[in-house]
């Protein structure tokens, strides 16, 4: 972007009359969707064949009826589109726009008048577009009645397997538009000229541009698992305004926990999260996890409400012993269990726990990152990935066998679940009145904790990745499956910034109760940004769109890569 220009104004993330979008595969129009428009001079190629300017070509040779004649002026077409194939450019955006969907999978399409012949030769001046990235397309050669006829599309979808309402059909042209929309598909016309009106009978989005439609396409491409994006949950708090002065500490990216002013003395602390992992040990990560974001907030965790949703078939034994460890697992934690909801439901496959846990904090030892300064040092507890590690090690033993792991190796890593409460060590920071910012590391691991603490802050920072702490048994794991460790689900660690002055005192009292801490950083000046060295000299701290643990079941080369699964 050119310096001073203004920043393109943010799509809209829905269709015109407010309804979500979901895109599963695109469908290109050619000529100006794809290529940049103006190669064609259709007005000449009309003259040239004496048809009116009203009338598409393809519609006045279908209603010529001598052969020979009609053939001369199909060649006079077909010459013009090798002529200016010859000598077409890719649309601006349109190479950015093939990759960013090929990288993610998602199938695309042309449909377009022009021949196969013209398709294929224009294509060969596109660099970083080639015909294999599409896995349908359909030219005027294609036995079907050509746009604005609904056909094409049609038969892409038949095609691709997909519904055709969650097709988006890409052109320049009203005929694409109309093609889209008789087939049910969704539709997006590419205004190359501002001054273009819209097709008559509706379109679901207009662009000016193909920068613009991927950032359209980009809000109806399927998610991955794990936490939102950051960008689609900056997005989806922005709107986020309780008005009321009595909040404290509200819904903001890298915020776990709400805070509310309930007396003026006494501030209540609020968190909520769902329990999808560790099928056996469910009951205790509702209890720690939530427990761990209300002490991240240097707030006593009080109160538990749990909702729990079974799946049809679910026995009411099998409903008793979780409520039953839940019960435990408070009781362990000096927590209360004071309500919540129990149902078996066929939206879930699997049983899901979602917790909402309750606490309370002296006003005066809230902690809000928002009170983040500069030359604040960085802490670290324990090391990274440590649930990562434990889930690995207990879901996955026969993968990590038959990668060379011992027993005792997977055995001492699956331990590592019994470490996932930050609550000691929360407890004790929060007596320094130095400490600005306590965050529990979740998924997305380490990578994704200093990210979420720097936005909440305000605050650029720098890492020293050479300081990191790494436990034998995760580099072990993670070498083994071709993970990242700091990308690993990675509670029981937590992440601590200080004033310099405590920051020495800090660690001495968290060592003195046997956790370990490391210092692994410094907060910057105000902004958003992450600085990263390796003894001394800068690197890239690394960004995941997803936790690296999904990676595993999803993984392509190996079906081993999946939870084992005892045999009945």
């Not at 094409?152 to 093609?179: C, F, K, P, Q």
């Amino acid at each position: 972007m050119i310096v001073g220009q203004a920043r393109p104004a943010e799509p809209s993330p829905f269709l015109r009359d407010g309804r979500p979008f979901r895109v599963e595969a695109v469908v290109f129009d050619f000529d100006g969707t794809l290529t940049e428009p103006g190669a064609l001079d259709f007005a000449a190629i009309h003259e040239a064949v004496g048809c009116p300017r009203e009338v598409g070509l393809l519609e006045f040779f279908a209603g010529m009826g001598d052969r020979d004649e009609r053939r001369l002026k199909e060649d006079v077409l077909v010459a013009a589109e090798m002529e200016a194939a010859s000598r077409c450019v890719a649309n601006n955006g349109a190479d950015d726009v093939v990759a960013y969907l090929r990288d993610r999978g998602i199938p695309m399409a042309i449909i377009t008048r022009n021949s196969r012949e013209a398709v294929e030769r224009a294509l060969s001046n596109l660099p970083g577009i080639d015909l294999a990235h599409f896995a349908v397309v359909v030219t005027r050669d294609t036995p079907l009645s050509p746009k604005p006829f609904p056909d094409g599309v049609e038969y892409i979808a038949r095609e691709l397997r997909i519904r055709t309402d969650r097709l988006l059909v890409v052109g320049d042209h009203t005929y694409d538009v109309e093609a889209g929309r008789r087939a049910g598909a969704l539709t997006m016309f590419l205004r190359n000229d501002p001054h273009q009106a819209e097709p008559v009978g509706g379109v679901d989005f207009v662009v000016d541009n193909l920068d613009a439609a991927l950032r359209v396409i980009c809000y109806g491409l399927p998610l991955p698992s794990g936490k939102l994006p950051a960008d689609l949950l900056a997005r989806s708090l922005a709107g986020v305004d309780t008005g009321d002065t009595a909040v404290l500490i509200g819904a903001r990216v890298g915020e776990d926990a709400a805070a509310i002013d309930v007396s003026g003395d006494e501030v209540l602390v609020l968190a909520s999260d769902p329990i999808t992992l560790a099928a056996d040990s469910m009951a205790r990560y509702t209890v720690l996890v939530n427990a761990n974001d209300v002490a991240a907030s240097g707030a006593v965790p009080r109160w538990l409400l749990s909702t729990l949703l079974f799946p049809p078939g679910s026995s009411g034994s099998e409903v008793l012993a979780m409520m039953r460890d839940i019960r435990e697992a408070c009781a362990a934690s000096g927590v209360a269990l004071c309500g919540g909801h129990t149902e078996i439901s066929d939206a879930v496959s699997r049983p899901l726990v979602v917790g909402t846990m309750a606490g309370v904090a002296a006003a005066r030892d809230l902690v809000d990152k928002r009170r983040m300064c500069e030359g604040d040092r960085i802490l670290l507890t324990k090391g990274v990935a440590v649930e990562g590690t434990g889930l690995i090690a207990r879901e996955f033993r026969a993968t990590l066998l038959g990668k060379g792991s011992t027993e005792g190796e997977i055995a001492e890593a699956a331990g590592f679940l019994d470490r996932i409460g930050i609550l000691e060590e929360a407890a004790i920071a929060r007596t320094f009145s130095g400490v600005t910012c306590l965050h529990d590391v979740t998924e997305g691991g380490l990578a994704t904790a200093v990210r979420e603490v720097g936005a909440a802050g305000g605050r650029r920072l720098r890492l020293h990745l050479d300081r990191i702490p790494i436990y034998p048994q995760t580099t072990r794991i993670c070498t083994a499956l071709g993970l990242d460790p700091l990308g690993l689900i990675g509670s029981g660690s937590l992440l601590i910034t200080c004033s310099p002055v405590d920051a020495g005192a800090l660690v001495e009292a968290i060592a003195a109760a046997n956790i370990e801490v490391a210092d692994i950083g410094e907060v910057g000046e105000e902004g958003q940004g992450i600085e990263a060295f390796r003894d001394g000299i800068p690197g890239e701290w690394p960004e995941f769109a997803c936790d690296e643990v999904s990676r595993l079941s999803r993984s392509p080369s190996t079906q081993a890569l999946r939870p084992d699964v005892e045999d009945p």
